[in-house]
C-alpha cells in the first residue's frame, strides 16, 4: 500500500532530532508538526518572520497579525520569537535552520528540483521556496512518485523549470525512501506491501536497489 | 511639522507628491501588516503606470488588489500573486507585468536598496529561470547570481506604534516586509495604530527608526483576515 499523508507525514518525522530548527511547507510538511515525538523539542520557523509557531488559535486567541507563511492564523510557543522577512531569509539564506520539508512536482538524480511554475499553467510564483532549497543543506522533499498516470516524478533529469539547482538529497514518495547520490537514487527503504519491483518501474532516473532494502513500520 | 515632528493629518497629505509612473515599495505579508489606507488613498489619487514592489497583490477588493481595478498598476515585483480574479484576468491579457522574484531575495533587495548597496550575490535561483540573464560568480566553489537591489520614490508602511519624531514599532507577525521597506523609499510613508509623544517607546525596541520615515499618520484599520484557521478550545 502507498503512504497515506499522515504516514509521509510520520516517516518524516523520524528524522527530527531534539533541538532542531525546522520549516515546514505548505501541505503535507505542515502535518510533520503533528508527530513530532514525545520528550523531542523542535522549533518551527515560519519564513514570514516566525519562529516558534505553534498552534492554531481558539476564537478568543484569533489575531489578524499573527499569521504563519501559510496565511493561516497561528499562535507562538513559549520562546518563540518575531523579527521581519529579511532576518527571516537571513536564517535561511545563511544555513541556520537544521532541517527543511518541502514539496515538489519533479526530483532529478542531479539533486535538481522543480516546484513552483508548469510552463502554459498560471504561474503564481515561488514565495520562498528557492531561498529555503538554496540554502538548506538538509532538505527532504515530499511527493507522489508518479503522476495519477503512472509518470514517474523521480527523473534522469526535471521536465519542468527548476526551483534549485543539485540541492536535494533526500525524497520521501508514497512509495519509498530514496537518497541522491553520485547521480542516482538509492532505494533505502520501501513503504509497506510495495514492492521493489513496482519501485522500479515507477522510477525512470537512476535507481540503485541495495541487496536488502527494508519494508517501513507504522 | 516642525523639527522631527513627521506626523501628518490626512491621508491628502500622507500621499501628497505621488505620480504616475512611480515606484512605490509597500510592506506587508498577503493581507497582514498592509498599509490598507495608504493603498486606499492611491486608488483615490487615480495615478497610473506604478511599479508595485510587495511580496503579494493582496485580494480582490482588497489591499493592492484594489489598485488593480482601475488598472494603476504598470508592474509588479513580487514572489506570489494571483490570489486575485482581476489580476490573472489583466496578466494573461497582457495589461500587467510581473517580475517574479523569490521571497528572501525580494527582502534582502529592499534591505540593500535601503542600505545604498546596489547588488549583491546570492545562490538563490541559480541554475532556475529567474537566473537567465544575471552575472554567476563562483564564491567558494559554489555559484551564485548577481541580484540588483530596489529603491522606491515611496514607500508605504505599516506600523503599531510610532512617536511623532517616526520611530517605528510593528506588532507581531506584521512586521514582515515593512521594516525593510521603510529603508528603501525616497518618501516613507508609515500608517500606524497608535502615535505618541518622543520618549514613550523605549528606544531599544525600537524597529524603524525614525531617520527613514518622511510621514506618519494614525489610521483605522480593517485587518482583514486570509484564511482564518482555528482549534477548539
Known amino acids: ?218 | 511639522m516642525a523639527g522631527f515632528d513627521k506626523v501628518v493629518n490626512t491621508y491628502e497629505e500622507a500621499m501628497a507628491g505621488l505620480e504616475s509612473g512611480m515606484t512605490v515599495i509597500a510592506g506587508g505579508f498577503g493581507l497582514c501588516g498592509i498599509p490598507e489606507n495608504l493603498i486606499a488613498r492611491i486608488k483615490e489619487m487615480g495615478v497610473k503606470d506604478l511599479t508595485i514592489v510587495s511580496n503579494n497583490c493582496g485580494v480582490d477588493g482588497f489591499g493592492l488588489g484594489v489598485l488593480l481595478e482601475d488598472r494603476q498598476v504598470r508592474k509588479m515585483v513580487s514572489s506570489y500573486v494571483g490570489e486575485n480574479a482581476l489580476f490573472e484576468k489583466q496578466l494573461l491579457a497582457g495589461e500587467l507585468e510581473v517580475e517574479l522574484t523569490p521571497q528572501g531575495t525580494l527582502a534582502e533587495k529592499m534591505r540593500a536598496g535601503g542600505a545604498g548597496i546596489p547588488a549583491f550575490f546570492t545562490a538563490t535561483g541559480f541554475g532556475t529561470p529567474i537566473a537567465e540573464g544575471k552575472e554567476v560568480r563562483e564564491f567558494n566553489g559554489r555559484p551564485y547570481i548577481m541580484e540588483e537591489s530596489i529603491t522606491g520614490d515611496f514607500a508605504i508602511v505599516k506600523g503599531w506604534k510610532a512617536d511623532r519624531y517616526g520611530n517605528v514599532m510593528y506588532r507581531h507577525t506584521a512586521q514582515n516586509f515593512n521594516p525593510m521597506a521603510a529603508t528603501a523609499g525616497k518618501i516613507t510613508v508609515v500608517e500606524v495604530e497608535e502615535i505618541v509623544e518622543p520618549g514613550e517607546l523605549e528606544p531599544s525596541q525600537i524597529h524603524t527608526p525614525g531617520i527613514y520615515v518622511q510621514r506618519v499618520i494614525k489610521g483605522t484599520f480593517e485587518k482583514r483576515i486570509e484564511q482564518r484557521t482555528l482549534r477548539q478550545a
Not at chain 1, 87 to 92: C, L, N, R, V
Not at chain 1, 98 to 108: K, S
Request: aromatic share 6%; hydrophobic share 45%; charged share 20%.
Open chain 1, 1 to 218: 500500500m502507498a503512504l497515506s499523508r499522515e504516514q509521509i507525514a510520520m516517516r518524516v518525522a523520524r528524522e527530527l532530532e531534539d533541538g532542531f530548527y525546522v520549516n515546514l511547507g505548505i501541505g503535507i510538511p505542515t502535518l510533520v508538526a503533528n508527530y513530532v515525538p514525545e520528550g523531542m523539542e523542535v522549533m518551527l520557523q515560519s519564513e514570514n518572520g516566525l519562529l516558534g509557531m505553534g498552534a492554531f488559535p481558539t476564537e478568543e486567541e484569533l489575531d489578524a497579525d499573527m499569521i504563519n507563511a501559510g496565511k493561516q492564523t497561528v499562535t507562538t510557543v513559549k520562546g518563540a520569537s518575531i523579527f521581519s522577512s529579511a532576518e527571516s531569509f537571513a536564517m535561511i539564506r545563511g544555513g541556520h535552520v537544521d532541517l527543511t520539508v518541502l514539496g515538489a512536482f519533479e526530483v532529478d538524480v542531479h539533486g535538481n528540483i522543480a516546484s513552483w511554475m508548469i510552463p502554459g499553467k498560471l504561474i503564481k510564483g515561488m514565495g520562498g521556496a528557492m531561498d529555503l532549497v538554496a540554502g538548506a543543506d538538509n532538505i527532504i522533499v515530499t511527493m507522489t512518485h508518479a503522476s495519477k498516470h503512472g509518470e514517474s516524478k523521480l527523473l534522469p533529469n526535471c521536465s519542468l523549470p527548476l526551483t534549485g539547482a543539485g540541492c536535494i538529497k533526500k525524497v520521501l514518495t508514497d512509495l519509498a525512501w530514496l537518497e541522491i547520490e553520485d547521480g542516482a537514487f538509492i532505494l533505502r527503504e520501501r513503504a509497506p506491501g510495495v514492492s521493489v519491483e513496482e519501485i522500479v518501474s515507477k522510477t525512470a532516473g537512476k535507481l540503485i536497489v541495495p541487496d536488502h532494502v527494508p519494508e517501513m513500520t507504522f
